[in-house]
């Protein structure tokens, strides 16, 4: 799109749109040109529209389409793969403004949001209600609902209590021409057609631009947290006692990796003192109330012990219980502090975890470069990250040659190249070699029905070719 071209694409959309919802200045264009994926190309996109309507969605949509502009839909640009990155002469259409929680429905426990509310936002509202909000990313507190949806993000309980997909009912979703869909259901069963909610969940924009959702919401009572932590001389040994829980049948609310690189990022950040020798800790928590859940805290701690476990204590308090796991909810922007970072999100059976960490271990040895663990291990969602200093552009290639061999090991132990963070377009390659012939001519089937001219975010969540 040439420099006419954009303007021309510029005045349209101004004219159809509210006052100050369209952006086209360099420095507030650039702003929104990517997501937290600093690794992943992008390019100045033509405009950025932010929309606070149903209607200043489809009018864009529109008028992108009358110009041939692809339009790349954006929450808080917190995603970690390229997702929301932006290509020249594109529309990015951001959600943010969209904050409204438009209903919530007690007696039927689900809530009816617009894309941009946040996470935490929605949990703390639906908590004065008496319901709860599950799914929790470690960035619940900056990412939102759509953004969410749209790469159908885990977090920490999904361990127990599932991933976003399994808390939408149904959604409002601007189509690539501009037509309205209205998906999904209220009920708590319904299986009329195909379930095209669930296929625009984790479709990161493709199919079809989601503006509101509706999400199942649970009791906010019936449980009462028990955290335990251990410390472990090695990695090894913290992955042999995710393993040793697994095997035992156990299924606790969260049960989360950091490692020793992790933990002096955090501690050096918040002038914490760690144990002498730690190189790994384990965070679980367990949620049955009363005699079953002190005896299932006991028996998560046997294992931490056994597996090798130092310094395994135990949280009852509520404050307690978040003060333990601050420490891996601040470990990603602790490590940003030291350099830029590329971000891992592979996923292995559970009991090949212990086998998994080691592999990374030896990949960052073998192409000498830095890699912090966090995992979300209790369901194999392990979290690599790979920090290159700023500036060093070999440190950089060789962080993109772990990167590929990390994804290739995930492969081998028959894991998958993302658990929750998207393909975008970091993971392109990886879902290249995980999705057979057949299963992309699929996904390319669907694309082209419902996207026929491949306006909307191309070039993301599956490789091109088939």
């Known amino acids: 799109m040439t420099s006419d071209e954009s303007a021309v694409l510029a005045t349209a959309l101004r004219t159809a749109l509210p006052d100050d919802a369209v952006l086209t200045a360099a420095e507030a264009v650039e ?3 990517h997501d937290d994926a600093e690794w992943a190309e992008y390019a100045a996109p033509a405009a950025v529209v ?48 969209m904050t409204r929680i438009v209903e919530v429905n007690t007696a039927e426990r689900y809530a009816v949001v617009e894309a941009g509310v946040l996470n935490d936002d929605l949990r703390r509202h639906v908590a004065q209600h008496g319901l709860w909000y ?44 501009g037509s309205v869909a209205r998906l999904g259901r209220t009920t708590a069963k319904g299986v009329t057609g195909y379930d095209l909610t669930g296929l625009l969940v984790g479709s990161e924009g493709t199919l079809g631009i989601i503006v509101d959702v509706t999400l199942k919401l649970r009791p906010v009572g019936g449980r009462e947290d028990r955290a335990i932590v251990g410390w472990f001389p090695s990695l090894a040994d913290a992955g042999n006692a995710v393993a040793a829980v697994s095997a035992a049948g156990i299924v606790p609310a969260a049960l989360e990796l950091i490692d020793s690189t992790c933990l002096r990022a955090v501690a050096d950040w918040q002038d914490w003192t760690l144990p002498e020798g730690a190189a790994a800790l384990l965070l679980a928590k367990v949620d049955e109330p009363g005699a079953a859940g002190e005896a299932l805290a ?40 030291l ?7 592979v996923c292995v059976p559970r009991g090949a975890v212990p086998t998994m960490l080691a592999r990374i271990e030896a990949i960052a040895r073998e192409a000498d470069v830095v890699i912090a663990n966090i995992a979300h291990a209790g369901d194999g969602n392990l979290h690599p990250l790979i920090i290159a200093p700023e500036g060093d552009d070999a440190a950089k290639a060789r962080a993109r040659t772990a990167f590929d061999r990390i994804v290739d090991e995930c492969r081998a132990l028959g894991g998958t190249v993302t658990g929750e963070h998207g393909v975008g377009l970091l993971k392109l390659p990886g879902a290249a070699a995980e999705l057979s012939p057949v299963v992309l001519a699929m996904h390319r089937a669907v694309k082209d029905a419902l996207d026929p001219r491949g306006l909307l975010n191309p070039g993301k969540a599956f490789p091109a070719a088939v």
């Open 298 to 337: 006991d028996q998560v701690a046997a294992h931490f012990e056994q597996a090798g476990g130092t310094h395994v204590e135990r949280a009852f308090a509520p404050d307690d219980v978040d003060r333990l796991f601050l420490a891996r909810r601040l470990a990603y922007p602790a490590l940003e502090r």
């Open 134 to 177: 599950p799914p929790d990313p470690a960035s619940q507190a900056i990412s939102t609902i759509g953004g969410n949806v749209a790469t159908n993000a885990g977090g920490l309980c999904c361990v127990k209590y599932g991933v976003t997909r399994d808390y939408v009912l149904g959604m409002t979703a601007v189509l690539a021409d």
């Open 50 to 97: 932010l929309a606070t309507s149903l209607d200043d969605v489809v009018a864009t949509v529109r008028i992108a389409g009358e110009h041939g502009a692809p339009v790349v839909p954006r929450g808080a640009g917190t995603g970690l793969s390229g997702g929301a990155n932006a290509m020249a002469g594109s529309v990015v259409l951001s959600l943010e403004r």
């Open 339 to 345: 350099g830029p970072v590329l971000t891992e999100d």
């Open 31 to 33: 702003r929104y040109a």
